[in-house]
C-alpha cells in the first residue's frame, strides 16, 4: 500500500509572505533546505507526492491567475529539476469564510486517497499552520508542523527541512 505526503504550499515549500499572496518574483522564496532534503526523501523513501493548498481568492480581482500561475509553475519546474514531482496538486481557491469543505482541514478534495491502496496510517500531512494537523486528524495520518513553537497538537513539530527528512528515515 502507498504512502502519502500530503505538503502545503506556501510556508512549507515556498516562504510565507506577509500578505500570505506569492503573486510577484520579489515574494518568491523556497523555505531553507526544501530542495535539498525534498530530494533526498524522493530518492531515500517511497513516498507518493500530494500538493494539497488554499489560495484565498484565487482568479478573483485580489489574486488574478496571472499572477499566480507563473510563480507556481516556475516552483514545480526548480522542483522538478531536481526530481521531485508531485502525483496531484489540489488548490482551494476559497476564502476561510466559505466554510467549504475543499478547503483544508477539510478532506473533500483528497477523497480518492481515502480508500484502498493507500496506507494514511504511514502517511504524513506537513505544513506550517494548526489546519494542516488537523488535516492530517480527518485523513488519519500523522502530521509534521513547521512551526518556530514546540508546544503544539501535531505528531511532530520541526523547525527545520533536515529535521522532517530525519524523521521520515525513522519512520
Same mark, same amino acid.
Given at each position: 500500500m502507498k504512502r502519502i505526503l500530503f505538503l502545503d504550499r506556501d510556508g512549507t515549500?515556498?516562504?510565507?509572505?506577509?500578505?500570505?499572496?506569492?503573486?510577484?518574483l520579489s515574494k518568491f522564496e523556497f523555505m531553507p533546505g526544501v530542495i535539498t532534503n525534498l530530494s533526498r526523501v524522493v530518492r531515500d523513501f517511497d513516498f507518493e507526492l500530494v500538493m494539497i493548498t488554499n489560495q484565498d481568492g484565487l482568479g478573483t480581482p485580489v489574486f488574478p491567475e496571472e499572477?499566480?500561475?507563473p510563480l507556481h509553475n516556475l516552483m514545480l519546474s526548480v522542483l522538478a529539476g531536481e526530481g521531485i514531482t508531485f502525483s496531484d496538486i489540489q488548490i482551494d481557491r476559497t476564502y476561510p469564510q466559505?466554510? %467549504? @469543505?475543499?478547503? /483544508?482541514?477539510?478532506? %473533500? @478534495?483528497?477523497? /480518492?486517497?481515502?480508500?484502498d491502496g493507500y496506507n494514511l496510517k504511514e502517511s504524513y500531512v506537513i505544513g506550517d499552520r494548526l489546519s494542516d494537523v488537523q488535516l492530517a486528524e480527518n485523513l488519519g495520518t500523522k502530521s509534521i508542523l513547521i512551526s518556530e513553537?514546540?508546544?503544539?497538537?501535531?505528531?511532530?513539530t520541526v523547525s527545520s527541512w533536515a529535521e522532517i527528512y530525519s524523521i521520515l528515515a525513522r519512520s
Open positions: 515549500i515556498l516562504k510565507e509572505t506577509d500578505d500570505e499572496l506569492v503573486d510577484h499572477k499566480f500561475w466559505d466554510l %467549504a @469543505l475543499t478547503r /483544508k482541514p477539510g478532506t %473533500a @478534495l483528497l477523497h /480518492k486517497y481515502l480508500g513553537k514546540k508546544n503544539s497538537p501535531a505528531t511532530f
